[in-house]
């Protein structure tokens, strides 16, 4: 839990800078919609992460730190995607005190597709589907007990699927 | 008005299996239409997931999540028709929100 306060903490620090953030998507005036409850747990937008190019300049926005790969975070993505605008792809990991988990294209336009937060509580694991531009390198980031995993695998594309 | 969210959560006792599925457009803003523009990006950039006050899985997304998004998870610690409470907000500021019950 202590990574978790420290998450905290950093978020607090945030919060100026995502008053603006949270002015651009309109939060601040939604007559109906997200409740209140809702909208206060949401994290800041890690909107610095969503424009990076590369997949290492994604996580470094996003964690500050690089992963390292391990075999104890499992991939599973096709071999080939025939249809790159729908690949699916899941993870899970036996690693302990998983608090975030990130999916990353390296060759699409912007590389982070999606970052999940786990909370205590919740089976460390999702399965989501994602665009790939073209044949490339996707790589899912754990982060567990405050250090970042990674598993890396090519899937071939035939049809990309950002229209690129 | 019906939701954009469809969900299904199933309980065995011990895990509840999430499966969501939300009607969205999710466009990149990378992709061009039939007559060359770029159509403007427009996706999911927010979703949470709260049972019992609690939230229990929240997801930030890029334009890189496929159209129609689909999301799977498990959580601990709820039982049968209890309630789980999704809502989503896009970049142009468009929310969403359902309740579903688990089953």
Known sequence: MGMSDVRFSATRRLILQGAGAVALVGLGNLPFGLTPALAAANDKYPEDAFKAKSEADAIKALYGKSPEPSDKVKMDAPEIAENGAVVPISVSTTLADVTSIAFLVSENPVALVASYKIPAGTVPGVANRIKMARTSNVIVVVEAGGKLYSATKEVKVTVGGCGG | ?103
């Open chain 2, 1 to 103: 008005m019906a939701s954009s969210i469809r969900v299904r959560a199933t309980t065995s006792g011990e895990t509840t299996e999430v499966q969501a599925l939300i009607q969205h457009p999710m466009d990149s803003g990378f992709v061009k239409d039939a007559k060359g523009e770029l159509i403007p990006a427009h996706f999911i950039t927010q979703l949470t997931f709260e049972h019992d006050g609690k939230k229990v899985f929240a997801a930030d997304w890029g334009g890189g999540v496929s159209k129609d998004p689909y999301v799977k998870f498990s959580f601990k610690g709820a039982k049968k028709g209890d309630e789980l409470k999704i809502g989503w907000i896009d970049n142009k500021g468009a929310t969403d929100t359902t309740t579903a019950k688990i089953q």
